[in-house]
């Protein structure tokens, strides 16, 4: 069984910072990548940011320079700066990962909400 707990959301004014913060635990084999995607009101979920087990990064062009995302063994962290409204979603954490018997599986956290507005 995998555990992904997620924390860090909450209310900020534009142009503000918030942290997020994902552990991963359980049955993890071995990590292939962690990311976050966040999700609006009324629109898809999508891609925020992943980072791969060699440390390669992905960011939507939307985050480029104000997000930056980075990992600690089982823990992935979004560092958030120069929030805008737009931003506002429920971001999910996202665990990519090998089992002890080779099966390369996915697991979503719950999500946190983060509001950006004045």
């Known amino acids: 069984q995998v555990r992904l707990v997620e924390s860090g959301g909450g209310l900020v004014q534009p142009g503000g910072s918030l942290t997020l913060s994902c552990a991963a635990s359980?049955?993890?084999?071995?990590?292939?990548?962690m990311g976050w995607y966040r999700q609006a009101p009324g629109k898809q979920r999508e891609l925020v940011a992943d980072?791969?087990?060699?440390?390669t990064t992905n960011y939507a062009d939307s985050v480029k320079g104000r997000f930056t995302i980075s990992r600690d063994s089982k823990t992935v962290y979004l560092q958030m700066n120069s929030l805008k409204p737009e931003d506002t979603a429920v971001y999910y954490c996202?665990?990519?990962?090998?089992?002890?018997?080779?099966?390369?599986?996915?697991?979503w956290g719950q999500g946190t909400q983060v509001t950006v507005s004045s």
């Open positions: 996202k665990l990519d990962y090998y089992t002890d018997y080779g099966a390369r599986l996915d697991y």
């Open positions: 359980g049955s993890i084999f071995s990590i292939y990548a």
């Open positions: 980072i791969t087990h060699s440390g």
